[in-house]
C-alpha cells in the first residue's frame, strides 16, 4: 500500500544529496512512502503512480524530530524551585534530589503515567524519536524499574544511576560509583542501550565518570555524556576519548574541547531548553558549527532544569540564540539527534528511511522559528502511520 504525499510546498530531507543546502531542501516536492518507509522523493510533477494520494496543500513536510536527551521518568513537581530561580537564586545540580525523593515514592502506574503523557505531548510536537533516561532512583531496584518503565515507551533507554549521588552515599560518593558499576549495572544493563553520566562539579568528577562509562561498555552500553553544563571541565574530553556517542550540554567550551570534538564521532548535543529555563549563557552553535562539529539539538525534559517537550521550541531559540540558521537548527533537531543516537533510519526524508513525517500549517520550516510558540505541526507520520492527529 503505498501512498503519495504531494504537493509539498518545502521538502526538508536532511539529506544534502537530496536537494540545496544543509537541509536538501526541495519545492513543490513529492513523497512516496510503503511499507512504513520512504520509497521515493522528488518533484510532485515526476511523482509515481502510488495507491492513496495525500495533497500537502504548499504545506511544509519535515523528518519527525528525534529528542536525543530527555529525562521523563519522575514525579513531582519543582515549580517552586522554578519560581525562586526566576526570583534570583542560582541553580545547583542538587535539586534533583527533590525529583529523586517524590520518584521513589511514587507508584508504577504513576511513573508509567508520567512517561505516555511526556511522549504523547512530544509526539502532538513532532517528535516521533525520543530517548529517556533513569536518574531519578538511585537505588538498584529503582534504576531498574525506572529502565523498565521507559523501554516500554522507547527503544532510546539511557541508564544514568550517575545522575548525581544517592543521598544514603553523601559522605561516600566512591561506595556509590562502586554501586553503580556493580549490582546497578547488574540490574540495569538488560534494561537499556546506553550509559550516561552527570560529569560535572556537584556530581561526578572525570574518574568517577570514566568508571561508570567504561563498566556500562563493558556490558555492551554505548557511552553518552552530561558535559560541561555549569562549568568549564573534562567532560567534553572525556566523552571524545571514550568514543562516546554524544556530549551534552557542551555550553562552556575551551578552544581544546571545541578541537576534540572536531576531531572525534562524538556528537554535540545543545539543550537551549536549559539555559532559557536557569536564565543562563547559551551554548555557541555557530562556534561548533564552525569548527565542523555534528552538532544536536535536544530537549533534555526534566522537571528541574528545563521542563519542555518541545522541539520546535528548541529550534526556535537555536536561531535566535545560538547563531543557527533556520535550516541548521532543524537539521540539528532531527539528522543531528538520529545521529546522536546512532539511528540511521531516522532523522531524514529519503529512500529507505522510515517514515516519520511532520505537515506544518507553514509553508517552510523556517515558520518553526520565525513563529516561535505556535503550534505548526498539523500531522505527524509514524513509521507511515499517521498517529497525530488521532483518528485520522
Ligand atoms: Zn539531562
Same mark, same amino acid.
Given at each position: ?20 543546502? @544543509? &537541509?536538501? =531542501?526541495?519545492?513543490? /516536492?513529492?513523497? #512516496?512512502?510503503? $511499507?512504513? *518507509?520512504? +520509497? ?22 519535515? @523528518? &519527525?524530530? =528525534?529528542?536525543?536527551? /530527555?529525562?521523563? #521518568?519522575?514525579? $513531582?513537581? *519543582?515549580? +517552586? ?312
Amino acid at each position: 500500500m503505498a501512498t503519495a504525499i504531494t504537493d509539498i510546498g518545502t521538502l526538508l530531507t536532511c539529506d544534502p544529496s537530496l536537494g540545496e543546502g @544543509p &537541509g536538501g =531542501v526541495l519545492r513543490d /516536492a513529492a513523497v #512516496v512512502i510503503d $511499507g512504513g *518507509r520512504v +520509497a521515493w522523493v522528488g518533484s510532485t510533477a515526476a511523482v509515481p503512480a502510488a495507491d492513496d494520494a495525500y495533497s500537502a496543500r504548499g504545506r511544509a513536510l519535515l @523528518p &519527525g524530530f =528525534v529528542d536525543s536527551h /530527555a529525562h521523563l #521518568v519522575f514525579a $513531582g513537581d *519543582r515549580t +517552586a524551585e522554578f519560581q525562586a530561580r526566576m526570583s534570583g537564586r542560582r541553580y545547583s545540580a542538587g535539586g534533583i534530589r527533590t525529583t529523586v525523593a517524590a520518584t521513589r515514592e511514587a507508584t508504577d502506574e504513576a511513573l508509567e503515567a508520567n512517561v505516555a503523557r511526556f511522549v504523547g505531548e512530544a509526539l502532538r510536537q513532532g517528535t516521533t524519536t525520543i530517548e529517556t533516561k533513569s536518574g531519578y532512583g538511585l537505588t538498584v531496584p529503582d534504576e531498574a524499574r525506572a529502565l523498565r518503565i521507559a523501554a516500554r515507551h522507547t527503544p532510546e533507554v539511557t541508564y544514568l544511576g550517575a545522575h548525581v549521588v544517592a543521598p544514603e552515599y553523601a559522605d561516600d560518593p566512591d561506595g556509590y560509583v562502586e554501586l553503580v558499576t556493580g549490582p546497578m549495572l547488574d540490574a540495569c544493563a538488560p534494561h537499556a542501550r546506553w550509559v550516561d553520566a552527570f560529569c560535572e562539579r556537584g556530581a561526578f568528577d572525570a574518574d568517577q565518570a570514566r568508571a561508570v562509562l567504561t563498566a556500562g561498555a563493558a556490558r555492551g552500553l554505548v557511552p553518552r555524556v552530561h558535559a560541561n553544563q555549569l562549568g568549564p571541565g573534562p567532560g567534553v574530553r572525556l566523552a571524545v576519548e571514550l568514543g562516546a556517542a554524544s556530549a551534552d550540554h557542551c555550553t562552556h567550551l575551551s578552544g581544546a574541547d571545541v578541537d576534540a570534538l572536531a576531531g572525534g564521532d562524538t556528537v554535540a548535543t545543545l539543550l537551549p531548553g536549559v539555559e532559557f529555563s536557569t536564565r543562563s549563557p547559551y551554548p555557541d552553535a555557530r562556534r561548533l558549527l564552525d569548527a565542523g562539529v555534528t552538532v544536536a539539538l535536544a530537549s533534555d525534559c526534566n522537571p528541574g532544569s528545563s521542563f519542555t517537550s518541545s522541539m520546535p521550541f528548541c529550534v526556535a531559540l537555536a536561531v535566535r540564540e545560538m547563531g543557527m540558521t533556520p535550516d541548521e537548527a532543524v537539521v540539528a533537531a532531527t539528522r543531528g539527534g538520529a545521529l546522536a543516537l546512532r539511528r540511521p533510519d531516522v532523522g531524514r526524508i529519503a529512500p529507505g528511511s522510515r517514515a516519520d513525517l511532520v505537515l506544518l500549517d507553514a509553508p517552510s520550516h523556517v515558520h518553526l522559528a520565525y513563529r516561535p510558540g505556535v503550534p505548526l505541526v498539523a500531522a505527524v507520520w509514524r513509521g507511515g502511520v499517521v498517529v497525530h492527529p488521532a483518528g485520522e
